[in-house]
């Protein structure tokens, strides 16, 4: 059985948004959801201005996530979107940490079996960028941990919550992006980071 599984069997309570803020705040003092939300708002211009900079086909793929914007500017598809392009900004790919699926995809359960750690989101089939989702969860070891989340930062920020409740580590193709979360927005070890990562937030503080 999958060390998560295992947890999950043994203490259900502990996956539950409540108890996983909770326990993120009980070890780290910062509270989880507001501090995520009040950074990433904060840097949201700067890292729109950073990333209207960037060259190459990083730039043409942070500007067909950035499509989604005009067809939906509401808050929560902005900070999505946004946290997508930090992913490609830092030559990593958004589609290992948030993995989307059609209500109608038979192999959807298969997929999210095989996926280490990551954000899910269930659309409906034929529904456009303004629609609300069928689903938003976190999955960990390829089972799902969280589910029925209001949107997709939330379901980002609640998943570096249970990183931290489960002392599990970053995973490596990703390990740029979660340093960003934990440094940069959450202020959690922010004087040791990586050169890329030190790049990325001197430019924001240009």
């Not at 990333?51 to 086909?57: N, R, S, W």
């Not at 750690?117 to 969860?137: C, K, Q, W």
């Not at 489960?166 to 490596?172: D, V």
Request: aromatic share 8%; hydrophobic share 45%.
């Amino acid at each position: 059985m999958p060390f998560i599984a295992e947890v999950k069997n043994r203490w259900p309570a502990l996956f539950s948004e409540t108890e996983v803020v909770a326990e993120f705040t009980r070890i780290t003092m910062v509270p989880l959801l507001s501090t995520f939300m009040a950074k990433l708002d904060h840097y949201a211009d700067h890292l729109l201005g950073v990333f209207k900079k960037k060259g190459g086909t990083a730039k043409r793929n942070i500007n067909l996530i950035m499509a989604a914007m005009d067809g939906n500017p509401s808050v929560d598809v902005r900070r999505e979107c946004i946290l997508k392009a930090v992913c490609v900004y830092l030559n990593e790919k958004p589609d290992d940490l948030f993995k989307e699926f059609l209500d109608v995809d038979l192999g959807a359960s298969r997929e999210t079996e095989q996926l280490t750690l990551g954000v899910y989101v269930v659309r409906h089939e034929g529904a456009n960028s303004a629609d609300t989702p069928e689903d938003i969860g976190v999955i960990i070891e390829g089972c799902t941990v969280l589910k029925a989340l209001s949107d997709v930062a939330k379901g980002c920020a609640l998943l570096l919550g249970l990183i931290y409740s489960l002392n599990l580590s970053y995973p490596k193709h990703l390990k740029y992006t979660f340093e960003f979360l934990q440094k940069v927005l959450m202020e959690l070890d922010g004087n040791n980071l990586s050169m890329k990562v030190q790049v990325l937030k001197n430019k924001l503080l240009e």
